[in-house]
Nanobody, 121 residues
Framework: VQLVESGGGLVRAGGSLRLSCAAS????????IGWFRRAPGKEREFVAG????????YHADSVKGRFTISRDNAQNMVYLQMNSLKPEDTAVYYC???????????????WGQGTQVTVSS
């Protein structure tokens, strides 16, 4: 089982990034996928989630209207489009797979290694 994040980097406040999560080794469309983040000195935060088919999504209040989660089951990929980035979005972002068909309150059965996002002011 592998989840590999990419697309992180350094961006100025107000900018955009698109994170990708490539999945392999499990039946991708039988898993909800979530994006989580951990900022220095803070607890892990659940940012966004998407259910098996992509018909249901969840976005935390802190990112609602700025971030959008999506998935491509044909390509075993999940994306997080991040717009209007703020310095407080700086964190390591992880994708995780949850065997339940849901978008909210996802847990991680499988985790990626993370990708760093840094937003400068």
């Amino acid at each position: 089982v592998q989840l590999v994040e990419s697309g992180g980097g350094l961006v100025r406040a107000g900018g955009s990034l698109r994170l990708s999560c490539a999945a392999s080794g499990f039946t991708f469309d039988d898993y909800g996928i979530g994006w989580f983040r951990r900022a220095p000195g803070k607890e892990r935060e659940f940012v966004a989630g998407i259910n098996w088919s992509g018909s249901s999504t969840y976005h935390a209040d802190s990112v609602k209207g700025r971030f959008t989660i999506s998935r491509d089951n044909a390509q075993n990929m999940v994306y997080l489009q991040m717009n209007s980035l703020k310095p407080e979005d700086t964190a390591v972002y992880y994708c995780a797979a949850d065997h339940r068909d849901r978008a909210a309150a996802l847990r991680g059965d499988y985790w990626g290694q993370g990708t760093q996002v840094t937003v400068s002011s």
